[in-house]
């Protein structure tokens, strides 16, 4: 980050399944971005003992876990991604969890630098309505087939179950209003690269104009 931007800055970065969104995140991050992944805290929150684990055991009973007794991603998915009310409770016991620890990440990392760019990496950051949370949403987007493909190929899904999964997100058409910046993720990925060097442009441009209006109350 170079030095003369002194303003901390929170992006939040989300897409659909398989948009590509961890690929941008990873190039933010060589950009200088502190990245906090939420997918990740959700696995960690749900760690076997943990509060949100025994939430969801009490919910779905031990049938939910595998051997070590940690959750079963993939029976958990086919519950939720087939039940829009199993989907909404699950998410009660999870992203209240997941807010809080990325609130308090957030302010260990505040703790300890004067310039920074936090990016909150969160799938349902619309959904769950963290948007308002951010200063900058970043919206990753691809075609439906492009993400069809790809869920396929990395997860090994049948093709109805990942458009089973994707319909039960919002529409990315639907997320496109609440973004101030959209990178489409179709193409090749030095495309993909070139348009995050554009929004990191604009991220920078934004910080020294805020940082300039800035004066200590």
């Known amino acids: 980050m170079e030095s003369e931007l002194c303003w901390m800055f929170i992006v939040g970065l989300t897409g659909g399944i398989a948009t590509g969104k961890s690929t941008v995140a990873e ?28 939430d969801i055991v009490k919910w779905q009973g031990r049938k939910i876990l595998n051997e070590d007794n940690s959750i079963d991603r993939v029976k958990l998915g086919r519950v939720v991604f087939t039940d829009e009310e199993a989907r909404r409770r699950l998410n009660s016991i999870v992203h209240p969890r997941v807010d809080e620890e990325l609130s308090e990440r957030t302010r260990q990392i505040r703790s300890g630098s004067t310039s920074t760019v936090i990016v909150y990496d969160v799938p349902l950051l619309i959904e769950a309505g963290m948007h308002h949370k951010v200063d900058v949403v970043v919206l990753v987007c691809a075609s439906r087939e492009t993400q069809v493909k790809r869920m396929v190929q990395r997860e090994g899904l049948q093709e109805e179950e990942v458009k089973q999964r994707i319909e039960a997100q919002m529409p990315l058409e639907q997320k496109i209003k609440y973004a101030h910046f959209v990178i489409k993720n179709d193409g090749e990925l030095e495309q993909t690269r070139g348009q995050v060097d554009e929004f990191w442009r604009y991220l920078t441009n934004k910080m020294k104009k805020n940082s300039s209006n800035y004066s200590p109350g």
């Open 27 to 54: 190039m933010l991050k060589n950009k200088g971005a502190v990245v906090l992944d939420a997918d990740a805290i959700a696995r960690e929150v749900v760690e076997p003992g943990r509060p949100a684990w025994k």
